[in-house]
């Protein structure tokens, strides 16, 4: 069975560094194809797809929040983590992460299977 | 401003048909896969349909997918009360080299 839970601050500051955390079971980030993403959902608003990071240690990031993430993976604890600099109120969010089963990128672009299955989400909030 | 584009919302009477669009271009929907997820109230959403067409296993066949061009459907026939939720689909953009999704459909089962 694959699963996948969120960790991390439940506040924080605007300006601070968030650090997140996806500890996951049941598949191996060593195996070709597989990869976890981060996605956030605002309060009533739609999911934001955040970044990725596949089995051979590359990464992809949204264009609009490049500068301020960085996704890493710790293969033998089974863990993937997301850091997000300079925060601020408008990323008080939810934020999930999920297993993509299948991934897979060419020179002229990636194919991506599905997000299956999802953590349960950990949620955000960014206020002094 | 989601890269893809869906209705804010669709209904429909128990038993009958809905489908959920999904508008895009050729940086993504058109050169790449989609897939569709349920996010009922409360909870982290689900997969539905990977690969334009493919229902994960556990997923009743009252759900189907498709894609033509730059554009992609979500199909629900026997609609029940326990499908109200959030649907939304999502794909790769070539351009952008990023994950994207649709802004989100609401179905109300009336």
Same mark, same amino acid.
């Given at each position: 069975q694959v699963t996948l839970r969120e960790s991390g601050p439940a506040l924080v500051k605007p300006t601070q560094t968030l650090t997140l955390t996806c500890a996951f079971s049941g598949?191996?980030?060593?195996?070709?194809?597989m990869c976890v993403s981060w996605i956030r959902q605002a309060p009533g608003k739609a999911l934001e797809w955040l970044a990725l990071i596949d089995w051979d240690d590359d990464t992809y990031y949204s264009t609009s929040l490049k500068t301020r993430l960085t996704i890493s993976k710790d293969t033998s604890k089974n863990q993937v983590v997301l850091t997000m600099t300079n !925060? @601020?109120? !408008? @990323?008080t969010a939810t934020y999930y992460c999920a297993r993509i089963f299948k991934f897979f990128c060419s020179s002229d672009s990636c194919y991506v299977a599905g997000f299956d299955p999802w953590g349960q989400g950990i949620r955000v909030t960014v206020s002094s | 401003q989601s890269v893809l584009t869906q209705p804010p919302s669709v209904s429909a009477a128990p038993g009958q048909k809905v489908t959920i669009s999904c508008s895009g271009s050729s940086s993504n929907i058109g050169n790449n896969y989609v897939s569709w997820y349920q996010q009922l109230p409360g909870t982290a959403p689900k997969l539905?349909?990977?690969?334009?067409n493919h229902r994960p296993s556990g997923i009743p066949d009252r759900f189907s997918g498709s894609k033509s061009g730059t554009s992609a459907t979500l199909g629900i026939t026997g609609l029940q009360t326990g499908d109200e939720a959030d649907y939304y689909c999502a794909t790769w953009d070539t351009s952008l080299s990023a994950g994207v999704f649709g802004g989100g459909t609401k179905l109300t089962v009336l």
């Open positions: 598949f191996s980030l060593s195996t070709s194809g !925060v @601020d109120p !408008v @990323d | 539905l349909i990977y690969d334009n």
